[in-house]
């Protein structure tokens, strides 16, 4: 073919850290998209799908380590016949949009307003190894409902999700924690605000890495972390950071010991005893609908976002081992995480509205379920019918035609026909379990072959004599059976 | 409660152009997609997600009317720790990606390769009534298959398709012309090339809106348009122009009569009659397998997109009658469109890889739909679950949940239990079909009271004083027996 060897070409190329997702890639997070749309449809959530393009005065500065207004964003400024118009940015997660919507249309809408969002998100962020600059967050969130009735029913929502898309009770654990709890802590330990509370609340963003000791030593003195640098302690005396560790490491065998735990560690302090109390509820109500200590729990040591939200906050984990990287054990983590947020309405119109809400990882999800072989494992493939006769074409389509109106997936090869070789390549490559062939002979003698490409490559690789003889991986049929034929094989190879 | 005063409230304002998409406007697209999907699938085409980002380089200039280059795309600089560094842009369709994705991973992908993509665009165009930014496309396409085969599959898909979606026999037509006649047809004129060859295309491009004499005025010496406006022609003389018309209005009663007139209109040009058999192969391939001209025909007056493609070209028109904005009755008219275009890949590889593809409108399609009330119907409202005693959430919690694992959609009132009126009102507004009461009363009776929402309105709106007592539109029923009453009276709804 010719060359044009005089324009520049452009590179083939997605931008950096952005990617192509190809075949089950795509239709398996479709399908598991429905399937939770499913559940928080059956809870009453309604779908909502805002554009991805906001404008940046709406989205606010809600992404963590902002310091220039569009940094974490992809942004541009409108461009009006010359006149620079309003900054947009793509948005960087469901839940600004959300604060948008509701404040835009609070008057049309439910209240409270139960909705569910699933669609891709953007950060403009370093790109990293599996780290992607648009990826798919799939939330529901309830708006205006003040009771934790509402954080309880999320939580509740989120572990039939679970079971649902394919993770097993078990699996899995929903845990639950209350920032209210938190501040009741930091009051009784005189720390209300300022920049010392500040450097306790970055700390204990650090629990999950560091432990229990590591805190203690960060909320001290400080401590030489792994890479050998000494990082600077908050000077806390050990007494002082007592109260602290006491809420971390609150977790007990049952719930009620949790909670009596936790109900010392905030002493006398009125947001501290509310926000146990809180817990108490939510515990209460799931236990009373069943969901027990076995699928959600009351664990303190959840601190992701907690410094984000007002109330309680709830993260969902996979407890089923994985290897690593590098070969070592490991828990899979973090699949799920929410929490109540009760200020992000009142940016817009002044009134606080209370909201609360969880935001699945469906990527991370989907890499689960295809660790644990649930998915992945198959691609069907189209049969594919071989043309053995350009200028019978017809007849080729004819036979796809009558597959494909079985429910069959099926085509004929549209590539260049001359060499059979390629069309059993391009057969293999397509993954296809069946291919059919109907040469000129086989049209006069009216029947066509059939080939079980599956069992073929299974003989191929192992088979002894006898087995090629006994066990055929090509069949000579009449050609009105090929529906017949093709799906006979198909549920063998299915078995 | 507390205002902020001090600080400037952000607008809860979507962008200029864009929207958002509430409940069913949701589900039903998602749905739409899903069946389409399934079609695409069953012809053996893969899925395919590519990034919403692209870099400028690669989408290059395919949009129509552009002069600077980032005009109709919105687009940005890259910013790589202070240097500038790659412009980005979001999608404005879904070839141009196809194109980038088939060059950049050619070597992993079948030849023949069948994928479909759908999602959101965007253009950064001033937006009217109706006309929105970002919008849905479906496409399919087949790149690097020559044969004609490939068009006359995706018409044959494309019928399908409109079937499967809900558009009976009858309402749809898809019609099929081709470049290379219309080249035929400049060749015998002596318009192979130059400034009056592409004033004849655009002039061709008018023919929908203009009708034949509307052309052959522009052809000659011009024309004074509805607006009182004299736009200058090209030029031609009436002789010089009939080829053109000739070709566009050649459609006869049958496809071989349309053929013979185009073969006429071509003369001696070799591609113009190459372009005649191509559709004639088509129109053979689609007859045998029992696609006739009820379905898909042969159409010379296509004339959308005839200057972008290089061969075959198709659209999708819905023909049944709907008023228009004005009550005036028109066909609503097309719903999808597509063709044959070998250069695409050509920018980036240096190779033609010959590709035909079409693009459905999604968001037209359910329009379409919704006009004929073929979706759109019923909104799905769950069963409200009413709050009579606040301390007793874990019962009503209870209630959803055996109504949810029932597959029943249900929730419980989370607003302010106080006002019973606006625990109505809400239920009211989110269209739920049953409402259920449980206050102290029934609760120490072990009852439960049932109340038919739709059938209330109906008894509201217009029932005497006997039907009220004939057939009450609430029911006490013991506490066990909420879901099988639920049930029922949702089955009585549907009927």
Known sequence: MAKDKNAPKPKAQTPKGFRDYFGTEVTERAEMLAQIAGVYHRYGFDALESSAVETVEALGKFLPDVDRPNEGVFAWQEDEDG??????????????????????????????????????????????????????????????????????????????????????????IVRVNNRKVLNGVLEVMGLDEGAQRDAVLRTIDKFDKVGASGVRELLGKGRLDASGAYIDGVGLSDDQAGPVLAFLTSKADG??????????????????????????????????????????VIDPSVVRGLGYYTGPVFEAELTFEILDEKGRKRQFGSVAGGGRYDDLVKRFTGQAVPATG?????????????????????????????????????????????LRRAGIRAEVYLGNPKNFGNQMKYADRRGAPIAVIEGGDEKERGVIQIKDLILGAKMAENATLEEWKERPSQFEVPRGQLVEKVREILDGQRQ
């Not at 146990?276 to 069943?290: K, N, S």
């Open 358 to 402: 969880v935001s699945i990882g469906v990527d991370r999800l989907l890499a689960a379920l295809r660790e644990k072989g649930r998915i992945g494992g198959t691609v069907e493939g189209p049969v594919v019918v071989t043309v053995m006769d350009r200028d019978r074409m017809a007849d080729y389509q004819h036979m796809v035609g009558e």
């Open 255 to 296: 719930a009620a010991q949790t909670l009596d735990n936790l109900r010392a560690a905030v002493g006398a302090s009125a947001i501290g005893l509310e926000g146990v109390q809180e817990l108490e509820t939510i515990a209460d109500l799931l236990e009373a609908q069943g969901y027990g200590p076995d699928r959600i």
């Open 83 to 172: 006149d620079k118009g309003d900054w947009l940015a793509l948005r960087y997660d469901l839940t600004a949009p959300l604060a948008r919507v509701y404040a835009q249309h609070r008057n049309d809408l439910p209240l409270p307003y139960r909705r569910f969002a699933m669609g891709p998100v953007w950060r403009n962020e370093k790109p990293g190894p599996g780290r992607f600059r648009q990826f798919y967050q799939c939330d529901a969130d309830t708006v205006g409902a003040p009771s934790v009735a509402a954080d309880a029913e999320i939580c509740a929502m989120l572990a039939d999700t679970l079971e649902q898309v394919g993770i097993p009770r078990g699996d899995y």
